[in-house]
């Protein structure tokens, strides 16, 4: 019973161009989310958070939009860079401290 | 500024024996979770431990797993008689003490490749 849900295993995006990442979760008591980029043999790197209070969060290139009502949220990266090229990976919370990830999104940021 | 360290960074064990894998949370950091990443699956929490307390250990398997995170020293992960399913990263996290509201980012550390032989 996956509680959360990135239902994309990849994507490719061209450089310059949008990439968005998307996610799904079944918790309605969720109101934390957090986005996470992971290299091989690294841990994950902290992203971008919300909080249920918002619909939208911007830092630098990355933007995450959440639709509470859908239960949605996705990440938006403009313009893709090769460096941005990872697994990237949401993750959600009802108390802010014990999340719960989804499976991963590889994005493929092509030249 | 040191981050979140794990040591080893790879451990090999046979069946049956013991593995204890140890993370140091950032300065200032006092809370530490544990994750379990088994290949081309995402992260599964595993434990949550503030100072010398076990806050939520519900992702931890019942048996042959344990936990600390002692007032002096690093969380150890330690899981007894290893078997070949237990061969995954382990990763560890920490976050910041004291905010109100809001999300804790967790900071991860490097994580450990454990193989069972």
């Known amino acids: 019973d996956q509680q959360v849900k990135q239902n994309s295993p990849s994507l490719s995006v061209q450089e310059g161009r949008i990439s968005i990442l998307n996610c799904d979760y079944t918790?309605?008591?969720?109101?934390?989310f957090l986005w996470y980029k992971k290299y091989p043999a690294e841990g994950p790197t902290f992203l971008i958070s919300?909080?249920?209070?918002?619909d939208k969060n911007e830092d630098g290139r990355f933007t995450v939009f959440l639709n509470k009502s859908a239960k949605h949220l996705s990440l938006h990266i403009v313009p893709s860079q090769p460096g941005d090229s990872a697994v990237y990976f949401c993750a959600a919370s009802d108390t802010g401290q014990n999340f719960v990830f989804g499976p991963g999104t590889r994005l493929s940021v092509l030249p | 500024n040191a981050g979140v360290m794990q040591n080893p960074r790879h451990l090999v064990r046979r069946r049956g024996q013991e593995a204890r894998l140890r993370c140091s949370p950032m300065?200032?950091?006092?809370?530490v979770y544990w994750y379990r990443q088994l290949p081309e699956e995402g992260l599964k929490f595993m434990v949550y431990l503030q100072k010398e307390n076990i806050i939520d250990e519900s992702g931890m398997p019942k048996e042959r797993f344990s936990a600390e995170f002692p007032k002096e020293g690093p969380s150890i992960l330690r899981i007894q008689q290893v078997v070949r399913g237990d061969s995954a990263a382990y990763f560890c996290?920490?976050?910041?003490?004291?905010?109100?509201?809001?999300?804790?980012?967790?900071?991860f550390g490097p994580g450990t490749r454990l193989t069972v032989t």
């Open positions: 300065k200032g950091h006092s809370h």
């Open positions: 918790n309605s008591m969720f109101d934390y």
């Open positions: 996290a920490s976050s910041p003490p004291g905010k109100t509201g809001g999300a804790y980012e967790q900071y």
């Open positions: 919300i909080s249920s209070i918002k």
